[in-house]
């Protein structure tokens, strides 16, 4: 898998969190690479994939693309926001293209979570 990443979201150790709750009732917004279409990912669905669950979505050799071009650390298995990555596929519903969206995501106490938007990119087959 080749990644095209956007050049306005990169992965960033001082990045502003994104989301933070127990119910993250908000969509993150970003614009399709190929065509400029706005898309949306319910930010839910990040923490529903924590914990490697996001993993099951990619092939083993996707996962290791995804791990190095977005420069996560395989030794610590940590987001750069020193949470756990997780990363989400993404279609857009204009032209189809495909995109991957990197997070960081932390439970910072019981049940309520914090997300860090780490990188965009689109996925060439």
């Known amino acids: 898998m080749k990644l095209i990443p956007d050049s306005a979201v990169r992965p960033s150790y001082s ?3 994104d989301f933070v ?4 009732n908000a ?3 970003l ?3 190929q065509c400029g279409a706005q898309m949306s990912i319910a930010a839910q669905q990040f923490i529903e994939r924590w914990w490697g669950k996001w993993e099951k979505d ?3 050799e996707e996962v290791a693309a995804l791990l190095e071009n977005f420069d996560v650390s395989t030794t610590s298995g940590k987001s750069h926001d020193g949470g756990l990555p997780v ?6 519903q ?6 991957i969206v990197y997070a960081g995501v932390q439970e910072t106490s ?12 689109m996925a060439i087959a």
């Open 21 to 24: 709750g127990d119910r993250l």
């Open 58 to 60: 990619f092939n083993s």
């Open 87 to 92: 990363f989400l596929r993404a279609a857009c």
């Open 31 to 33: 614009s399709c690479l």
């Open 94 to 99: 204009a032209c189809q293209a495909d995109h």
């Open 110 to 121: 019981t049940s309520y979570y914090a997300v860090w938007v780490h990188g965009v990119a």
């Open 27 to 29: 969509d993150y917004s």
């Open 15 to 17: 990045r502003r969190v």
